[in-house]
């Protein structure tokens, strides 16, 4: 059994910044790809960036510049630092990862922190 859990949402003002954590926990073998999702209300879910074992980096276009991802893999950790946040920011964000356990591998999937950009 394999349970990413998330914290460091919350509300923040247009400019602002936050930093969210998510961490693997479990029955680990090997974490081959950590990162992030986020959900807006009324629109689909999109990748926001990526971390791969291979080092490779996918990140969103429209957060380029702004928000960076990194992984601590001793930790089985991901994290994603979000500044100059725009309101259009605004969503759920869901860690994701590709692990696998001695018998399976899949996707698992964090259960969402809300981020709002407002003032």
């Known amino acids: 059994q394999v349970e990413l859990v998330e914290s460091g949402g919350g509300l923040v003002q247009p400019g602002g910044s936050l930093r969210l954590s998510c961490a693997a926990k479990?029955?680990?073998?090997?974490?081959?790809?950590m990162g992030w999702y986020r959900q807006a209300p009324g629109k689909e879910r999109e990748l926001v960036a990526s971390?791969?074992?291979?080092?490779?980096?996918n990140i969103l276009d429209s957060v380029k510049g702004r928000f960076t991802i990194s992984r601590d893999t001793a930790t089985n950790s991901v994290f994603l630092q979000m500044n100059n946040l725009k309101p259009e920011d605004t969503a759920v964000y869901y860690c994701?990862?590709?692990?696998?356990?001695?018998?399976?591998?899949?996707?698992?999937w964090g259960k969402g922190s809300l981020v709002t950009v407002s003032s």
């Open positions: 971390n791969h074992n291979s080092g490779a980096t």
């Open positions: 479990g029955s680990i073998h090997e974490v081959y790809r």
């Open positions: 994701n990862g590709y692990i696998a356990t001695k018998t399976s591998g899949m996707d698992y």
